[in-house]
C-alpha cells in the first residue's frame, strides 16, 4: 500500500469539506496576553479565543511557584507515580483540589482529557454490571472513558431531566449507575441543572460523575465551580477538573471520597503507566489554585468583561447565544464564511479567534467562540466590536433586530 498516498487522500478529503485543521503559531508575552506574536501570520495579534480563561498563565504567584521548584527540584518527576514519581509538590496539590472540592481527596492526573478517560474508564469497567447514564454533549474525553470501559452506555438528552428520568426508570432498580456530565458545556456556554440531576441520582441510587473543566477556577467563592457556588458539592461523588484552562497550567484531576480516588489510583492504566506530571507543574497550579480561592477580583472582572462584550455584540446586533456563563458564541452558520471571518480577522486586524465548524459543533451551526478574559481592555474590546462590524457586512451576514431600547 501506498500509505502516504492514502493519508494525502484523506487529508484532501477534509479539506475540501473545510473540516481541515490550520494551526495558529502563537508566541504569548508574558506580562502582555491576550497579546501575542503569530509566527504564521501577520506578527502581533490580540488572543480572543484562549481557555486560559483569567489570564493565570502568567500570575506572577503562578510564575514564581514555578520557577522556584525548578531551582528546588530540577525539571521533570522522573518517574511514573508509584515508581519514584509522587514528589511532594504532588502531595501538596491533591490536597489543595480535594480541600477546593470539600471532598476526602483528589487524584492527579497529565491533562483533563486523561482523568476522563481514566477515571470513567476504570469505574465503569470495574463495578460489575454499571451502565453510564451519558449527556449527548459530553466531551470527546469522556466518550472515549466509556467507550473503552465497554460498559452499558445509555445517552440521554442533553440537559434533559424528564429524559434522563426516563432512561433511569427503565433500568433494572439493583444495576449500579453512573450519570455522567458536565456543569458548563464548552460549545454553547449552557449550564446543566446539577441539583436536580443529584435528585435524580439520589432517587434511582446513581453515582455521578461531574466535569468541571470550564467551571473550576471561575464560579464559586473559592473558585470551586458551579457545584460549589450551588452549595451541591458534597451532593456529587466524582468532580473531575482541569489544572490547564482557568488555573492556566497543565493537568486534571478527579476529587471525590478517599476510597474512590484510591480505587482509581490503583487500577487505572492511565494514572499508573505514565511519567508524573513536573513538580514545577503542580507547584504552579498549587499556586494558582490558592490564589483564587482567596481573590475573587479576577472572577469579578472576567464576568464584567463578558457582560460588556455581550452588550457591545447586541448594540450592533450580532447573534450570539445568551446563556448564563462565559463563553460567548457567536453565530455564522455557514463553514465557509466562519473559516473567511476568523481568517480575515486575523489577516487584516490581528484578532485570534478561531472558526468552530463541524464536527465539533452541528452543520448550520458554525461559530466563533470568543472567550473575554480580566486581561482584555476597553481598547481590545473596541477593536473586536469594530472589526466584526466590517466583516458582518461584507459578508452579508444577518443580524438580529437591535435590542428595544
Ligand atoms: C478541555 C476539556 C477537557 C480536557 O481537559 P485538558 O486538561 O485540556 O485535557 C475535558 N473536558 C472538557 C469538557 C473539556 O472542554
Redesign the pocket.
Known amino acids: 500500500m501506498n500509505f502516504d498516498g492514502f493519508f494525502a487522500q484523506e487529508l484532501t478529503r477534509l479539506q475540501e469539506e473545510g473540516n481541515y485543521r490550520d494551526f495558529a503559531e502563537l508566541e504569548r508575552h508574558r506580562g502582555a496576553f491576550p497579546a501575542a506574536t503569530c509566527h504564521n501570520g501577520p506578527g502581533e495579534v490580540t488572543i480572543w479565543c484562549s481557555?486560559d480563561y483569567l489570564g493565570m498563565g502568567q500570575h506572577p504567584d503562578v510564575l514564581n511557584a514555578m520557577h522556584a521548584a525548578i531551582d528546588r527540584t530540577g525539571a521533570g518527576a522522573g518517574g511514573t507515580r508509584n515508581i519514584s514519581g509522587t514528589t511532594h509538590d504532588h502531595v501538596l496539590l491533591e490536597r489543595e483540589l480535594a480541600d477546593l472540592h470539600g471532598k476526602e481527596a483528589a487524584l492527579l492526573f497529565t491533562?483533563?482529557?486523561?482523568s476522563?478517560w481514566a477515571a470513567l474508564g476504570t469505574l465503569a469497567s470495574r463495578i460489575p454490571d454499571c451502565v453510564v447514564l451519558s449527556d449527548a454533549l459530553n466531551?470527546a474525553?469522556?466518550i472515549e472513558g466509556i467507550r473503552h470501559s465497554r460498559a452499558q452506555k445509555v445517552i440521554w438528552k442533553h440537559n434533559d431531566l424528564a429524559d434522563l428520568e426516563a432512561k433511569l426508570a427503565a433500568l433494572p432498580a439493583g444495576q449500579p449507575k453512573l450519570i455522567a456530565f458536565?456543569s458548563v458545556y464548552?460549545m454553547d456556554g449552557d449550564i446543566a441543572p446539577i441539583r436536580e440531576i443529584c435528585d435524580l441520582a439520589d432517587r434511582y441510587g446513581a453515582m455521578t460523575y461531574l466535569?468541571e473543566?470550564?467551571a473550576v477556577g471561575l464560579y464559586g467563592p473559592r473558585g470551586g465551580g458551579i457545584a460549589e457556588r450551588e452549595g451541591l458539592m458534597d451532593r456529587v461523588t466524582v468532580i473531575e477538573g482541569?489544572?490547564?484552562?482557568a488555573f492556566g497550567v497543565?493537568?486534571?484531576y478527579i476529587a471525590a471520597s478517599e476510597k474512590l480516588c484510591d480505587f482509581v489510583r490503583s487500577f487505572a492504566s492511565g494514572f499508573i503507566f505514565t511519567t508524573a506530571l513536573p513538580p514545577s507543574v503542580a507547584a504552579g497550579a498549587a499556586a494558582s489554585i490558592r490564589h483564587l480561592k482567596v481573590s475573587a477580583s479576577e472572577r469579578q472582572i472576567h464576568r464584567e468583561r463578558v457582560a460588556q462584550v455581550r452588550a457591545r455584540l447586541d448594540e450592533i446586533g450580532l447573534p450570539h447565544i445568551d446563556n448564563p456563563g462565559h463563553i460567548i458564541p457567536v453565530m455564522v452558520g455557514d463553514p465557509v464564511k466562519c473559516k473567511f471571518i476568523s481568517d480575515t480577522l486575523l489577516r487584516e486586524h490581528g484578532i485570534y479567534i478561531q472558526p468552530i465548524n463541524y464536527p465539533t459543533v452541528p452543520k448550520g451551526t458554525e461559530r466563533l467562540r470568543i472567550t473575554p478574559s480580566p486581561v482584555h481592555c476597553d481598547a481590545d474590546v473596541d477593536r473586536l466590536i469594530d472589526a466584526l462590524e466590517d466583516l458582518w457586512t461584507q459578508c452579508q451576514l444577518a443580524r438580529r433586530p437591535m435590542a428595544a431600547q
Open positions: 481557555n491533562s483533563g482529557y486523561v476522563n466531551h474525553s469522556m458536565e464548552s466535569d473543566v470550564h482541569t489544572l490547564g484552562k497543565v493537568g486534571g
